[in-house]
């Protein structure tokens, strides 16, 4: 029974969610502003369902009341930035990541964080080796696990850290990192580095190296990063991985609107 009473209630919160973006989506520049009645007739529903989705469309800033009826709130626009602001990262980022790997001979990634989840916006990659590894654009990856994952992990608050640490550290690679107290000391010193190397953390016999991409506020928004199988990455050559992957980084942020003496003159 109670396996029946939580397939229910799942599919009534589905249904919710659904009918509160059905309102959304018929707000139009023709119809601006909406009442009860409208949207009732226009999405079929009871008038009494769609005040109580307007009601939480309301406290969450969806919907704003205009006399006895609504209108778009700013929260649609917060969602309307992130997809803008994701769309000049792939746009600004793609010729500097094409040069990057045109310099390294190895395929490289855009990444950012997407809650508590890794996720790889934007890749090029290399036709000089046949041998890859596997990453794909949309794809979710534990950050704790690579080093474009724990560069950005860097860059957060400790509420966004601890939540993430309350989740669970899971082991991908031989050498991913499981212990807190040791994620937490490696977070600070890539901080102050300003880049990240992890080795055999999210697979066995990789190198993974990330750098930071900020934004005009220079608030570190994205990573970009390589992932190499170690036989083409000797000891020495990591010192030149990052600092070609850093000038990337920083390449990137400059077409983005960031200005580093700007913002550096302001940490003074």
Not at 216 to 239: C, D, F, L, M
């Amino acid at each position: 029974m109670k396996l029946v009473h939580n397939s229910m209630k799942n599919k009534s919160i589905l249904s919710s969610v659904q009918n509160g973006l059905s309102i959304l989506k018929i707000f139009t520049k023709a119809k601006p502003i909406l009442g009860i009645t409208d949207i009732s007739k226009e999405l079929n529903l009871p008038k009494s369902t769609v005040s109580r989705l307007i009601n939480d469309l309301l406290k969450e800033g969806y919907l704003k009341k205009e006399k006895s009826k609504y209108r778009l709130g700013l929260s649609v626009l917060t969602l309307s930035g992130v997809i803008m602001s994701h769309l000049d990262l792939h746009r600004e980022a793609f010729e500097p990541l094409k040069s990057l790997v045109n310099k390294i001979n190895e395929a490289a990634r855009i990444s950012t964080l997407e809650g508590t989840q890794l996720i790889y916006l934007l890749k090029v990659e290399s036709n000089n080796h046949p041998v890859r590894l596997l990453s794909h654009v949309g794809h979710f990856r534990p950050p704790t696990c690579s080093g474009p994952g724990k560069l950005l992990l860097a860059y957060q608050s400790k509420g966004v850290i601890n939540s993430i640490i309350q989740e669970g550290l899971p082991k991908r690679g031989p050498n991913s990192i499981t212990d807190p107290v040791i994620l937490i000391k490696q977070l600070k010193e890539i901080r102050e580095n300003g880049y990240s190397v992890a080795i055999n953390e999210m697979h066995d016999n990789a190198v993974s190296i990330a750098a930071p991409i900020k934004d005009y506020q220079g608030k570190v928004i994205a990573a970009v990063s390589v992932a190499i199988p170690s036989e083409r990455v000797p000891t020495e050559k990591i010192p030149y991985l990052v600092d070609t992957l850093v000038s990337t980084g920083k390449e990137i942020s400059i077409r983005l609107g960031y200005m580093e003496t700007f913002h550096n003159e302001k940490e003074v």
